[in-house]
């Protein structure tokens, strides 16, 4: 874990953060999703027609549960000592690039690309990008945007 502060953290630019553990994706995470998302999608939910109709024969995590997942991989990657607050600010941009099969296992790798004054504390913006063990091509690119107020 790295441990900044609100001076430390302009330095950290470029810099990679870190690496969370693995996390496995399993049918009743996808479910639970859907479930709360009414997002119910044949691809993600529907086992038995997954396996005659989906390339490797699986069902698929939702994109936006992927997505959905970024702040618990990358808590305790990061601690910035002096936050009051921190707030979720959104994207610019975010990429699916491979599909997750259920029962595969993700971990997140996070780098801090910029840190701007904004609103009386600091945007940062990350990079993060969602791996899949043993695939290539991850399963998306983000950047997202926090606000620190300290």
Do not use: C
């Not at 690039?97 to 904004?118: C, E, G």
């Not at 290539?136 to 606000?147: G, M, S, V």
């Amino acid at each position: 874990m790295i441990t900044a502060t609100k001076d430390s953290l302009p330095g950290l630019v470029g810099t990679e953060i870190g690496v969370s553990d693995w996390l496995t994706i399993d049918q009743d995470r996808i479910n639970k999703f859907a479930e709360a998302t009414g997002d119910f999608q044949w691809i993600h939910v529907d086992v038995e027609r997954a396996g005659r109709e989906i390339p490797g024969g699986r069902t698929i995590a939702h994109g936006f549960l992927t997505l959905s997942l970024i702040p618990m991989l990358t808590k305790g990657l990061m601690n910035i000592d002096g936050v009051k607050t921190g707030i979720n600010y959104g994207s610019d941009r975010v990429r699916f690039t491979q599909m997750v099969p259920v029962n595969s296992r993700i971990r997140a790798r996070q780098k801090l690309i910029s840190v701007t004054p904004k609103s009386g504390g600091l945007q940062l913006i990350d990079e993060v990008t969602v791996e899949i063990e043993g695939e290539t091509r991850p399963a998306l690119i983000a950047e997202l945007i926090r606000l620190m107020y300290f």
